[in-house]
């Protein structure tokens, strides 16, 4: 079809692939990058409408044990947001976990056996280094990019998101670097 945009379709591939992504500098380029076109101005962002698989809240018991999920449409910008909240969330967990490390097993290891942090492909791979992206504070660059949207935006976003999503979107707009620090 001639005049189609590509766009949707690539952001929905985008968002569906991302939690695949097995490197952990390769997630840190992408939800940065995501960061980006979130705060862009584009109206595409809150337009374009990507599915996701949500639990169904019928409030009813399947006894077949089936998991009773359910693929619905939110925004692009909501799914951005979805998964800049997670990101945040694992990072934060990492912190916590490297924090607290007294030599014992490190929980953060364990959270994220099946991905290279962006650490541990900087001792296989030194370029990565040289990347501007590789000093970014995620910490504090992703709750920024929260910040930037503004209250109505954030609004309409947490209105799309699951109670999970609401909690950890809050958790990262109060979330406060300096604070973290003083916890040191």
């Not at 809150?46 to 359910?70: A, D």
């Not at 000093?135 to 504090?140: E, H, I, R, T």
């Not at 609401?166 to 670097?177: G, I, Q, V």
């Amino acid at each position: 079809q001639k005049g189609t945009s590509a766009f949707p379709l690539v952001m929905k591939v985008w968002t569906e692939k991302y939690p695949d992504f097995y490197s952990g500098f390769h997630k840190k380029i992408s939800i940065l990058a995501m960061s980006s076109l979130v705060t862009s101005g584009d109206p595409r962002v809150f337009e374009t409408k990507v599915p996701v698989e949500r639990m169904q809240s019928s409030g009813r018991y399947n006894l077949r044990g089936s998991t009773g999920k359910e693929i619905v449409p939110i925004s692009l910008g909501t799914r951005i947001c979805e998964l800049i909240c997670a990101e945040f969330n694992d990072e934060l967990i990492e912190a916590v976990c490297d924090y607290n490390d007294a030599g014992e097993i490190d929980l953060s290891d364990l959270l994220h056996m099946s991905n290279f942090s962006a650490d541990q492909e900087a001792q296989e791979d030194p370029e990565i280094k040289n990347d501007p992206l590789y000093g970014v504070d995620m910490l504090q660059a992703l709750p920024n990019t929260l910040r930037k949207l503004g209250g109505a935006k954030l609004q309409a976003i947490a209105s799309e998101m699951t109670e999970n999503g609401r909690e950890m979107l809050k958790t990262a707009m109060n979330y406060d670097p300096k604070q973290q620090q003083n916890k040191k």
